[in-house]
């Protein structure tokens, strides 16, 4: 249950994102978010709406999971329990998604960065990655990914294990939504 609240903070989060240019002050933007929150609440439980797969690289320990809603996939990969940067990824038109999956040096949807250092490429590509893998599904819908992002080292350097790591992530986001 603790995960699914942080899951729907996020989720809160980036609503609240969006909604700012509305300039509504915050009671009244929690007025309009409840009923989404009691309904994410409400299909929890379901097991098509909600997955988790654990997984250890190394000596650090994964925990990927996922919420499913009609419009978009909430996606989680803690690293030891801990994630410090979200992305919105979204999904354009199908005619845009192919376009762009069939060009090879395309780095798919552009996310855009919720939370976090915005100028970590390396996540960025990451989330890139992620934001492919989910717009080959039958039915693409928007992604929010929230990610550990000290576990990929330092933005600024590349490391010989980084390829690696990103495999790593994509194969486990890509089981979860599979």
Do not use: C, Y
Not at 92 to 102: E, G, H, M
Not at 117 to 131: C, E, F, T
Not at 134 to 152: C, D, M
């Amino acid at each position: 249950m603790a995960a699914l609240i942080d899951v729907l903070a996020i989720e809160t989060l980036a609503i609240f994102i969006q909604d700012n240019t509305r300039k509504r002050t915050v009671p009244e933007f929690f007025d309009t978010i409840n009923p989404i929150v009691l309904t994410a609440m409400n299909t929890s439980n379901d097991t098509e709406s909600s997955q988790t797969v654990t997984a250890t690289f190394g000596a650090d320990n994964f925990e990927f999971h996922r919420i499913t809603f009609t419009d978009k996939v909430i996606l989680n990969a803690m690293v030891n329990g801990a994630m410090d940067t979200s992305f919105d990824i979204p999904l354009l038109t199908l005619s845009t998604i192919n376009r762009s999956l069939d060009q090879e040096d395309s780095l798919g949807p552009e996310p855009v960065v919720l939370m976090g250092d915005p100028n970590n490429l390396k996540l960025q590509v990451i989330a890139s990655q992620i934001g492919k893998v989910a717009a080959q599904l039958k039915e693409p819908k928007n992604v929010i990914l929230s990610i550990a992002s000290r576990w990929f080292g330092k933005p600024d350097e590349t490391n010989d294990g980084d390829f690696e790591k990103l495999v790593f992530v994509l194969q486990h986001i890509k089981s979860l939504l599979a």
